[in-house]
């Protein structure tokens, strides 16, 4: 797949530097960074994605378990009231 996209010269040169350097073509060396700069944003996705469910699942046990003990307790301050 060809892409084309507009970068700053500064950036570029620093590019041409690299794949100089590495005996690299730019389309490779741009290739390689995009893949593990996708590979980090990935981990740091999932990681943030794997957050938000533990919070969300941890945020609904606990309203469950305090509604439940709340009727408890308003139960229990019922059924002393009526103690014969």
């Known amino acids: 797949m060809i892409i084309n996209a507009q970068i700053p010269d500064a950036l570029y040169k620093q590019i041409q530097i690299i794949s100089d ?42 309203i469950s378990f305090l509604i439940k003990n709340q009727k408890s307790a308003i139960a229990s301050k019922h059924k002393n009231k009526f103690r014969y």
């Not at 389309?27 to 980090?40: C, D, F, P, R």
């Open 21 to 62: 350097q590495e005996n690299i073509s730019i389309g490779e060396l741009v290739s390689i960074a995009l893949s593990n700069q996708l590979s980090s944003l990935g981990k740091n996705y999932l990681a943030e994605r794997a957050k938000k469910v533990v919070g969300k699942i941890f945020k609904k046990y606990l």
